[in-house]
Antibody, heavy 123, light 108 residues
Framework: EVQLLESGGGLVQPGGSLRLSCAAS????????MSWVRQAPGKGLEWVSA????????YYADSVKGRFTISRDNSKNTLYLQMNSLRAEDTAVYYC????????????????WGQGTLVTVSS | EIVMTQSPATLSVSPGERATLSCRAS??????LAWYQQKPGQAPRLLIY???TRATGIPARFSGSGSGTEFTLTISSLQSEDFAVYYC??????????FGGGTKVEIK
């Protein structure tokens, strides 16, 4: 059974940092690209970042480029999102999502999602 | 960036009736479109990809159609568990992947 379990969310002050983790199980982690998608309270879905299965390529939404860094440790079956210079508008539930693309490449759509971790940026 | 627009924002439907949800892209996304269902407090669930291919385990009452800029998700006979918010997402021109604003399907 595929499972994705996010952790690391919490309350942080504007300008602060946080690192999210997503522990994956039930599939060959290194064979699939992964993404982070967020959802502000009461709002819709916003894609944040993606990483290939090997970790060799990464992509970011303009809203987080230069502040967030996606990475993965395939030996630990874990995806990360390092978030720096956090702003109030980064407040959201952050989901990790498994890409359905083959061979670690980007398919662009997500067949499994974690339960999400809430990040609140406030003073 | 491709903008995805969903309509209506809210759809009131009686159980057993058909629901038709629309999604429009600001430019062609070919058939690179997915639909998701999200219930309160839950993560999104993939329903459809490639505009019309049902994901694993998705009931046949869910169907997707369209290509280019106009897409439709049809739920042929609404069940109680289908009342939720539905999002479309394009993955043709990226980054970024972009989602529509969602359609809430509520009980009439």
């Amino acid at each position: 059974e595929v499972q994705l379990l996010e952790s690391g969310g919490g309350l942080v002050q504007p300008g602060g940092s946080l690192r999210l983790s997503c522990a994956a199980s039930g599939f060959t982690f290194s064979s699939y690209a992964m993404s982070w998608v967020r959802q502000a309270p009461g709002k819709g879905l916003e894609w944040v970042s993606a990483i290939s299965g090997s970790g060799g390529s990464t992509y970011y939404a303009d809203s987080v480029k230069g502040r967030f860094t996606i990475s993965r440790d395939n030996s630990k079956n874990t995806l990360y999102l390092q978030m720096n210079s956090l702003r109030a508008e980064d407040t959201a539930v952050y989901y990790c999502a498994k890409d359905l693309g083959a061979y670690g490449d980007y398919g662009g759509y997500f067949d499994y999602w974690g339960q999400g971790t809430l990040v609140t940026v406030s003073s | 960036e491709i903008v995805m627009t969903q309509s209506p924002a809210t759809l009131s439907v009686s159980p057993g009736e058909r629901a038709t949800l629309s999604c429009r892209a600001s430019q062609s996304v070919s058939s690179n479109l997915a639909w998701y269902q999200q219930k309160p407090g839950q993560a999104p669930r993939l329903l459809i990809y490639g505009a019309s291919t049902r994901a694993t385990g998705i009931p046949a009452r869910f169907s997707g159609s369209g290509s280019g800029t106009e897409f439709t998700l049809t739920i042929s006979s609404l069940q109680s568990e289908d009342f939720a918010v539905y999002y479309c997402q394009q993955y043709n021109n990226w980054p970024p992947y972009t989602f529509g604003g969602g359609t809430k399907v509520e009980i009439k």
